[in-house]
């Protein structure tokens, strides 16, 4: 699996449009093969300050996602929305783990 944390500072008047961007963006990835999951969210104490999670299935995946038209839109799009280079985290990962501290209760 591999697993994408984003980090992306969204200038304040361009807010409106990132979040109409970026919402259609997230229901265009989750249509793709090999995905497994992607979302955004915003800081609670940052405004507009976004986390996007993303997962794909393998690297061919991965690859295959940045091929994608619509990625390549997006990332042609994305300067003008972001206020400084948003920072990442790329993984390999073997997938998802159970949590140890948590089981659900009776």
Do not use: C
């Amino acid at each position: 699996m591999i697993f994408i944390a984003l980090k992306a500072k969204i200038r304040p008047e361009k807010r409106d449009e990132w979040l109409a961007g970026i919402k259609q963006y997230t229901a265009d990835v989750n249509a793709e093969p090999g995905n497994i999951s992607f979302e955004y969210f915003e800081s609670t104490e940052h405004p507009n300050e976004f986390a996007i999670l993303e997962a794909f299935v393998d690297s061919d995946a991965g690859s295959a996602h940045v091929a994608m038209d619509h990625v390549k839109k997006f990332f042609e799009w994305m300067p003008f929305m972001v206020s400084e280079r948003p920072k990442i985290i790329y993984q390999e990962l073997d997938g998802w783990n159970d949590m140890a501290e948590v089981t659900p209760a009776e």
